[in-house]
């Protein structure tokens, strides 16, 4: 018994009438946990009932604490008939038993009700009292932290990152059941919000003991999905990184940039041993038994470990890849070979951490929900055009199987691929799933990747010596640098030496699944980029629909890669962050579409350009109208390269005076075998030449596809998109955000539906939910969207479903200039000494300017992308002095990279820079007061920061599911009206209950799932949504200035008192 | 190329934002009682379309989403204390302060075809005929209504000032709840507002005497403390003014009453032998008025008889506003001078 469960019921407002004929109601309360109920006193004749109730005391297991929520019923008295429930109230207790996070759950929640939505509020505080729990066979795993951030949470840093944690929970689905047939849909609906709720907190306990016996106390990164298997049941699955972690003391917290930079401190941070995170003893029993009835048909088992040995099998070795390489790679591989799965979810790294990335690994496989279907298809995509398929066989298909063991074949699958790109770990990793009658379409892609080992093993510090550190490359490109070995690549590439340390080899394109690494070196500004393709299936059953299915895919990822690849040139851009690609199954159409943010690295050379080449000869009307497009085409690239600013310098061989290519180097330029004497050309950024990506245009199709490229609508003036966590170019943004939900179903009506027909539809579907949003934000022009992440389904026959969560910000363009002009006045000053250079060095390295040039003269003054678009100005670009300053930036950054490296740098406080945005907060400020709102303002983002303001507390995780039906669609407005209602309803909660925890804002929001069905003849419709997030205390930054931060480790610290609420 | 064009709907659209956006255009077409379609084309003419570069489709999703979220937040608007403890919107405090007023805020043409009717059902009925005649649409006209009506259920039995209980309740401003005094006391006493001759006045003209009534006539501006409240003449003043009929049957005393106007007026209005001649008339005229301000039936005919009586042949006269105010000021304080009249201190 090592836990006490108190809760308190306070009052009531705004209760529905239950009693017409009083216009009153006789409200009482229900609270239940577990096993145990408690009710109220009858508060009769109130729509604001007082019940002020005793403290209910629950005395229960620490597990029981974990799976279960506490379940607050509000109903309506009635003594003839039964008590009318009036709704419910789930609360997640899992903060409460951490330390660090909340202390009290205080404040008021919706109540609400699967048909009528939020009906009024409850006052309810709820408190924990936990005992220490000794038992080294405990079951629960109290007081491990978890994240939804895909980063290193603010206030936190990583001592140690332990790796993958997956775990997953099987149950039937409530709706499946033969029950369902004599209760109501209300019934079913309400057990399946109280049956996910109670697997997801089991889930979360099993991840949790997983990273306790990982020697963890941390889960970052953690995503929950559940599937829906229809008859075959539900299933919820969650995997995350484990981490361990320490909260940065106040002094170094206050010193740390508040947003998106990695802390700086990790480096000097000693390595701490997690001993006092115990229970590291060896696990005996890992399945829970469960207890009591509730859980008996669940099942889970854990994965048995596999040790892969063989690393270096793939020949990925290489000679010619020097020393470095192979020395980095032993160490990794030690630190990450007894890792069953090298993965890590997470997609933005510390320092250092991140050394190469080398492309994107994706796996799929098809799965008949019934039973066992062979992974029909599995392949790499690579950083090139090519496309590979691995031949596989290595299970036989009668063998019974669970959905771990198909995860865990998709996974082995992604490790192997990673490997083949001579890489040892995967970061950015992510899974799904699609579904549609029996057929599952299981997903899984990361970015292989060499990882830093220091951060990966604790006590590994000391078997690395610092000063092998000193020789691998800058920051700012190193992640660039191939980690296969060019002689033995495994898929032809362009490789040419880094345009930015000329020092080792780089792909021409990179496609990756994390964020921009902030120390990267961009190019101008970035943007989305998506790739959107339908494809038309025949209606199937069983396997033969299975079957039909892992057909199509290889050609549907095949022709989205080669989409990607094309916008990408088109818009003179040479990577992809963030890279998402989701192909989605219907009964008669496969739905795929990726998206990520495009950007120009400078580390990789200039795009070459897209040329057509027409297959028929000699017909002059043909010829005629190939150069028109290869005209548009050519346009199109220069007008986007004005758009995004993408001037990269030219940096061509004769520039003998840079000092950068060393004699070594020299010499290997030298040895390079013929193919690469191409990267002379390479470098030149004219159209047309022999490494141009050429199209061939041999029918009608391909005319099409090439013509639908160009029909991307260009952003409107003033606007901005990608789907990342920072947008590069872009730094200085205001406190102004809006984060929103669109959702839009479409139907296709025409009866003879053709691929190229279904294509363009999806296209415009989706240039038309852009343009919206676009028009809808117009008012906060400059912005940028963020985090623009589309999520396709096909619910229907002929429906296709669209839904997007994202942020727009807004962001000063004045200041942008200001702080760019502000910074090349320093950089002109730079002399050849090294001790002059640290100040402004410094200065801007806590800027986030640091990835832009110093722009010359006559950029700065077209810099607005107003001028940009309306004049062609090239011309008058001194581009010989520019390329000059560029390349004694270069110079700097090496610099730079070098005094790091020794750690000669101290971190300058960079609150000056907060400074400009004081007016706005005090203005934003001085709100709260003229309004006696008793409504908590809670900001939400999917982005893991909040500009202008800065985390000061994380309190847990918001991990909600809600459904929503209704029996008179047309009275509620339609599909339009109902779910534009349910998601209002859903962040009203979502605000009500991290207010609660004592939070003003909730970070790394996401909508996993909305899944909405409908059926207008019967005036009915329902929908499902899961969402989650992490709930923080923000402050503004210009606050914390001036007030000491209070200490963090006070536990008695009431939620309400932490922190100057933002408003 | 070739005509495989597939044929798509829109099924479902929405866009909801954490903060909710609430753009001013489209929520006065809506106040407006414009549909859908003609708020598309109103706001198209607006040339929105070129400014965004966007197309109409785009505007329809965007004024649809808008309508959506004013329907539901004007189940809230009727309550305003509500709108700011609700939890399904994040409205920022000043957005939340213009929804209400610019929900509240009434046509001038329509309130001048209301104002003084009885809020019933009947009257409820007749607004096809009150859109037709003001050319404001009949969904605004109710929705102007229904706010009258409803102000007017809240306060009407509340005890206290009666601006401060519009204020406090509907969260108004100061002058829009002062309007909605006026229009609660009007519906109230139901003042007849609507005959011709009263056209030329405007709801301001109505809502200065309102105020005036208010502070000088009710039960409340007699005694704060009083059971009653604003909105009821005082009847105990109305049996008073019974009392000044004197004025008119008393022949002596209507003489030196005139005496001493024209005294006071001599040389001071452009009027004054005019208001020499007329002075008999304008007295019995007036206090004809007031001694029958006792029956509800000449308190609706208030303002007609006003006109008619005192403002009619003053005109016929060409008497300025400033002899008027002159004689009208001169002509109570010569009241107040007269010898059996010196109690009657309080009109």
């Not at chain 1, 590979?388 to 771990?404: G, I, V, Y």
């Not at chain 1, 210009?1038 to 200490?1047: D, K, N, Y």
């Not at chain 2, 005094?181 to 309102?210: H, M, P, W």
Request: overall charge negative.
């Amino acid at each position: 018994m090592p836990g006490k469960l108190k809760v308190k019921i306070c009052a009531g407002r705004h209760l529905p009438v239950m009693d017409r004929a009083s216009d009153l109601t006789d409200a009482f309360v229900e609270v239940k946990f577990s096993n145990t109920t408690f009710k109220t006193e009858v508060y009769p004749k109130s729509l604001n009932p007082q019940w002020n109730s005793e403290w209910f005391k629950f005395e229960v297991d620490d597990e029981d604490l974990q799976d279960e929520p506490l379940q607050i019923t509000v109903l309506d008295h009635d003594t003839y008939s039964a008590n009318d429930a009036i709704g419910k109230v789930y609360i997640d207790i899992d903060p409460l038993l951490c330390s660090e996070a909340a202390t009290v759950i205080c404040g008021w929640f919706p109540i609400y009700d699967t048909i009528h939505g939020i009906r009024g509020e409850i006052n309810v505080s709820v408190k924990v009292d936990l005992f220490n729990d000794l038992n080294r066979f405990r079951q629960s795993s109290c007081g491990v932290k978890f994240f939804c951030s895909t980063s290193i949470p603010k206030c936190y840093k990583a001592v140690v990152v332990h790796g993958f944690v997956e775990e997953l929970v099987v149950n039937e689905d409530p709706e499946y059941q033969w029950i369902d047939r004599i209760r109501t849909p209300r019934a079913s609906n309400e057990a399946r919000q109280r049956l996910i709720s109670l697997m997801s907190g089991e889930l979360q306990r099993k991840i949790g003991l997983k990273v306790l016996e990982m020697g963890g106390n941390a889960v970052v990164g953690y995503l929950q999905c559940f599937d829906l298997e229809g008859e075959s049941g539900l299933v919820v699955r969650a995997i995350g990184t484990a981490c361990t972690l320490d909260k940065i003391s106040n002094t170094s917290a206050a010193q740390l940039p508040a947003c998106n930079s990695p802390s700086k401190e990790i480096k000097e941070s000693p390595p701490v041993h997690p001993t006092s995170h115990g229970c590291r003893s060896t696990h005996n029993s890992p399945i829970h038994t469960a207890s009591g009835s509730r859980l008996t048909q669940s099942f889970s088992v854990s994965v048995p470990t596999l040790i892969y040995t063989g690393m270096g099998s793939g020949g990925s070795a290489g000679k010619d890849g020097g020393h470095l390489k192979t020395l980095l790679r032993q160490q990794t591989q030690s630190a990450l070979e007894q890792r069953e799965f090298p993965f890590f979810t997470l997609t933005s790294f510390p320092l250092g951490f991140l050394i190469h990335a080398g492309g994107v690994v994706s796996a799929r496989s098809v799965k008949l929900l019934d039973r066992i279907h062979n992974p029909a298809f599995v392949g790499i995509m690579g950083n090139t055009r090519s496309y590979k398929l691995l031949d596989w066989n290595s299970f036989t298909a009668d063998e019974p199987e669970t959905r771990d063991a198909w995860w865990e074949e998709i996974r082995q699958e992604i490790k192997s691929h990673a490997k083949a790109l001579g890489c040892h770990a995967v970061v950015g990793y992510s899974e799904s799933t699609s579904i549609c009658e029996e057929v599952c379409i299981l997903s899984a892609s990361g970015t292989a990747a060499v990882l830093n080992p220091k951060f990966l093993q604790d006590g590994c510090l000391d078997c690395y010596s610092e000063n092998r550190l000193e020789d691998t490359s800058p920051p700012s490109c190193g992640f660039c640098h191939i980690p296969y070995d060019e002689l033995n690549m495994p898929f032809p590439a362009h490789l040419t030496y880094c345009c930015n340390c000329r020092r080792q080899k780089v792909p021409d394109v990179l496609f990756t699944t994390i964020d921009l690494p902030v120390e990267a070196a961009v190019t101008g500004r970035g943007c989305l980029i998506q790739a959107r393709l339908c494809r038309l299936k025949k209606k199937a059953q069983g396997e033969a629909n299975a079957t039909a299915i892992s057909n199509l895919l290889p050609f549907m990822e095949y022709e989205l890669h080669t989409q990607l690849m094309n916008k990408l040139k088109l818009r003179g851009m040479n990577a992809l962050f963030g890279l998402r690609i989701q192909i989605s199954v219907g009964e008669n159409m496969l739905v795929g579409l990726a998206s990520a943010t495009g950007v120009y690295l400078t580390a990789l050379p200039a795009p070459g350009g897209i040329q057509i080449a027409g297959k028929t000869p000699s017909d002059i009307a043909y010829e005629q109208h190939i150069s028109n497009i290869q005209k548009k085409i050519n346009d199109t690239v220069s007008r986007n390269k004005e758009l995004y600013e993408i001037h990269p310098l030219e940096i061509s061989e004769e520039v003998i005076g840079s000092p950068i290519p060393e004699p070594r180097q020299r010499s290997r330029l030298l040895r390079s075998h013929s193919e690469s004497s191409d990267e002379v050309s390479e470098l030149d950024l004219s159209h047309g030449k022999k490494d141009a990506f050429v199209l061939e245009i041999d029918d009608a199709d391909a005319v099409e596809d090439i013509l639908s490229l160009l029909t991307d609508a260009p952003l409107p003036t003033g606007f901005y998109s990608c789907n990342t966590e920072n947008m590069p170019g872009i730094h200085n943004w205001t406190s102004s955000i809006q984060m929103f939900t669109t959702v839009r179903v479409f139907r296709l009506n025409n009866v003879n539906l053709t691929n190229q027909g279904l294509n363009k539809s999806f296209n415009d579907l989706c240039e038309n939910l852009l343009k919206s949003l676009y028009f809808k934000l117009r008012s906060m022009i400059p912005c940028c969207l963020c985090h623009l992440n589309f999520t396709v389904a096909v619910p229907e026959d002929e429906l296709i479903q669209v839904a997007a969560t994202a942020v727009a910000m807004t962001f000063d363009k004045d200041q942008a200039q200001e702080i760019l002009k502000s910074n090349t006045a320093p950089m002109k000053a730079i002399s050849e000494n090294e001790e002059q250079l640290q100040f402004p060095m410094e200065l801007s390295s806590d800027s986030p300017s640091v990835q832009t040039f110093p722009p010359s003269k006559g950029f700065l003054e077209n810099a607005s992308p107003q001028t940009i678009q309306g004049t062609s100005r090239a011309t008058s670009v001194d581009y010989s002095s520019f390329a000059d300053r560029c390349n004694s930036w270069i110079e700097l950054i090496k610099l730079k990279a070098q005094t790091i490296r020794r750690g000669s740098i101290k971190t300058t406080p960079s609150l000056d820079k907060a400074s400009p945005l004081a007016e706005g907060h005090l203005r934003l400020r001085s709100t709260p007061s003229c309004t006696d709102s008793t409504v908590t303002v809670v900001k939400m983002t999917p982005l893991s920061f909040i500009p202008g303001a800065k985390i000061i507390k994380y309190l847990g995780i918001i991990n909600m599911f809600f459904i929503r039906e209704t029996t008179s669609l047309r009275e509620e407005g339609g599909v339009s009206g109902f779910l534009h209602t349910f998601i209002a309803e859903v962040f009203a909660m979502v605000r009500a209950h991290v207010a609660a925890l004592g939070g003003n804002a909730v970070i790394s929001y996401i909508m996993k799932e909305c899944v909405f069905m409908e059926n207008s003849n019967k005036n009915q419709a329902q929908c499902l949504i899961n969402v989650s997030g992490d709930a923080v205390i923000l402050i503004r930054e210009s606050e914390q200035e001036g007030v000491p931060i209070q200490t963090h480790g006070s536990t008695s610290q009431t939620p309400q008192s932490g922190g100057a609420p933002v408003s | 190329m070739d005509s495989n064009e597939v044929k798509m709907s829109v099924e479902l659209d929405v866009f909801v934002g954490n903060t909710t956006i609430m753009d001013e255009e489209v929520y006065q077409l809506w106040l407006d009682g414009y549909t859908v379609s003609d708020a598309v084309s109103i706001r198209m003419k607006s040339g929105i379309l070129e400014q965004f570069g966007t197309t109409e489709d785009v505007l329809e999703s965007d004024t649809m989403d808008h309508y959506r979220t004013f329907q539901m937040t004007e189940r809230l608007l009727h309550h305003p204390s509500k709108l700011v403890n609700q939890v399904l919107f994040q409205i920022p405090p000043h957005r939340q302060a213009m929804l209400i007023e610019r929900y509240y805020a009434f046509d001038e043409a329509f309130v001048r075809e209301v104002l003084g009717k009885k809020l019933s059902k009947g009257t409820k009925k007749d607004l096809d005929d009150v859109s037709a005649k003001t050319g404001i649409t009949l969904k605004s006209c109710r929705r102007q209504f229904d706010n009258f009506k409803r102000v007017f259920k809240v306060v009407e039995e509340m005890k206290g000032p009666l601006v401060e209980n519009v204020q406090c309740n509907f969260l108004l401003s100061d002058k829009l709840a002062r309007d909605y005094a006026a229009i609660v006391f009007f519906a109230n006493s139901r003042f007849e507002t609507g005959k011709k001759k009263l056209q030329y006045l405007t709801f301001e003209d109505f809502a200065f005497c309102a105020c005036q009534l208010i502070q000088n006539w009710t039960v409340g501006a007699v005694d704060n403390m009083v059971e009653d409240m604003d909105v009821d003449l005082d009847k105990e003043f109305l049996q008073d003014l019974k009392d000044l009929k004197i004025l008119i049957t008393d022949k002596d005393m209507l003489d030196q009453h005139k005496s001493l106007v024209c005294t006071g007026l001599r040389g001071k209005i452009q009027v004054f032998n005019e208001m020499e001649g007329n002075f008999k008339n304008l007295s019995r005229g007036l206090i004809n008025i007031a001694a029958k301000l006792t029956n509800t039936k000449d308190v609706r005919d208030f303002f007609i008889d006003l006109v008619e009586k005192v403002i009619e042949p003053c005109k016929a006269d060409r008497w300025l506003i400033s002899d008027v105010r002159a004689f009208l000021t001169q002509y109570t304080n010569s009241a107040r001078a007269l010898d059996g009249f010196k109690y009657v201190q309080s009109s």
